[in-house]
């Protein structure tokens, strides 16, 4: 499967439908940045009427993860991928449409390539801004992504 927006939104209604159901979506990837959205509603609220920190880390993590996932499947090796750490900075209330962008691509495939040249896990940081319909900075988020070559 070629891993397009669509292609990883249709994998969030299958394995991740906590994600699907909250409305986080993947709205672009490509060889600069990959950005999600999620839109504030009903059943993503925490009761201080913004958005629940676990859905903007779900939103985060797919901004970061759909990079390792398209890197890894442009390698053409097998390699697994974990998050290891998960750092998170909240800066103001999370209404409205939130967008979530990592532009850490060429990060990512530094490292995939490195892991499989030497044939040893790499560990490395991904950092996910969030920003409301202002372009204001809601939240931060960093992911410690571990990647190793399969036997």
Aim: aromatic content about 10%; glycine content about 4%.
């Amino acid at each position: 499967m070629k891993l397009t927006a669509r292609n990883i939104n249709l994998f969030l209604l299958t394995k991740l439908p906590s994600a699907w159901f909250c409305g986080v979506r993947l709205t672009k990837i490509d060889n600069q940045i990959c950005q999600t959205r999620v839109k504030h509603r009903w059943i993503n609220q925490n009761p201080f009427k913004s958005m629940y920190f676990a859905v903007q880390a779900m939103a985060a993590e797919l901004s970061t993860g759909a990079i390792v996932m398209r890197e890894i499947q442009n390698s053409n090796t097998k390699i697994s991928m974990l998050v290891a750490e998960q750092k998170s900075e909240f800066h103001k209330k999370a209404t409205g449409k939130i967008t979530f962008s990592c532009q850490d691509v060429k990060l990512v495939k530094e490292q995939i390539e490195k892991a499989i040249s030497t044939k040893q896990g790499q560990r490395f940081w991904l950092t996910s801004i969030a920003k409301n319909e202002d372009g204001i900075t809601v939240s931060e988020f960093k992911f410690l992504w571990t990647v190793k070559c399969k036997k």
